[in-house]
């Protein structure tokens, strides 16, 4: 029995061992230029308790993303740290489509109104990188075959398409 109880303790250690090393922070965005609607569609995935943390920190408070006013605190957050800018170095004008949240992820949507993709001239994408300092953001640009993929990291969170 001891020999049994030393087992299955090594092993919750060893499991618990294995997921704290596995921990990584990572988000992934892909945009696409949907022809029927004329718009590029920019779909943004997080970790959910990367997300959490990060609002708790901010704020000293819990979020349920579901709440109208706490998804607001979100949306000012990713506008902040994700923007388009045209040629002239103006910002794009992205619209809020909305939040969906499951137990392991945060999707947020948004789109650029009667705008390619070639008429971006620069992707900002510092979310999670200003609290996270191992964060890496991935954008994968265009449909299917032909999606280009930039990665953003501290050192890198401003580039061209």
């Known amino acids: 029995m001891r020999r049994l109880k030393f087992l299955a303790a090594a092993a919750l250690v060893c499991i618990s061992a294995a997921a704290h090393a596995h921990r990584y922070h990572a988000g992934i965005t892909d945009m696409s230029f949907n022809a029927r609607t004329g718009s590029t569609e920019i779909v943004h995935t997080y970790m959910l308790h990367d997300v959490e943390a990060l609002l708790a920190n ?11 006013d706490d998804e607001a605190v979100l949306r000012k957050y990713i506008e902040q740290r994700f923007y388009l800018l045209a040629p002239d170095k103006s910002r794009l ?12 992820s945060v999707i947020i949507y948004q789109e650029l109104d009667a705008t390619p993709l070639e008429k971006i001239a620069t992707i900002h994408d510092d979310v999670l990188i200003d609290f996270l300092p191992d964060q890496v953001n991935t954008i994968n640009l265009g449909p299917g075959a032909a999606v280009r993929s930039l990665t953003f990291q501290r050192d890198s969170v401003r580039q061209h398409p």
């Open 93 to 104: 004008p992205l619209r809020w489509v909305g939040v969906a949240v499951d137990t392991q």
């Open 58 to 68: 901010l704020y000293q408070r819990r979020f349920d993303l579901q709440d109208p």
